[in-house]
């Protein structure tokens, strides 16, 4: 029997930060670091659900470019007092790192003795799934949609393309 074989990272991704004000937050990182928005959307629906753990879960994410990093804010509203604890997304929520294919992401990491969290969703046309690490910190996997390889290349385009 082969050995499995470790995930093909094409590229870091991007920090995740849970805010409570996601205005407030904004205009603190864009003060603060000049942080540049990259991208602005609107979230809600059954995959978002389905990664909160919270029915009807809507938000919205906002991606900055803070030294040639991409962080994302990410505002649910309200904390639900139905959510569990540990998914209550205020603070660092997880990194994630971008695969060239989600689905032998999801192979790989199974043989290798780890299980996701949830099967794979799609946000926005974004393809990920969740693993957490030994002390239960969430890690992010993508797959972006047109070959982009991390979010800026997703709303700007790829510099060699």
Not at 43 to 54: A, I, N, P, R, Y
Not at 61 to 75: A, K, N, W
């Amino acid at each position: 029997m082969t050995e499995p074989v470790a995930l093909e990272i094409e590229s870091f991704s991007h920090v995740c930060v849970g805010v409570s004000d996601i205005e407030r937050s904004l205009e603190f990182y864009r003060r603060i670091f000049a942080a540049e928005i990259v991208f602005d959307v609107e979230l809600e629906g059954e995959s978002l659900e389905t990664v909160t753990s919270t029915e009807g879960a809507k938000g919205r994410m906002i991606g900055l470019l803070i030294g040639g990093v991409v962080v994302e804010l990410l505002g649910l509203g309200a904390a639900s007092s139905t959510a569990p604890r540990e998914r209550i997304r205020v603070g660092y929520t997880n990194i994630s790192f971008s695969v060239p294919d989600l689905d032998d992401a999801v192979r790989r990491v199974r043989a290798l003795g780890y299980e996701p969290a949830d099967e794979p969703v799609d946000i926005g046309g974004v393809r990920m799934f969740f693993v957490a690490d030994p002390d239960g910190t969430r890690v992010e996997i993508v797959e972006f949609p047109a070959g982009a390889r991390t979010p800026l290349e997703l709303w700007r385009g790829r510099a060699d393309a």
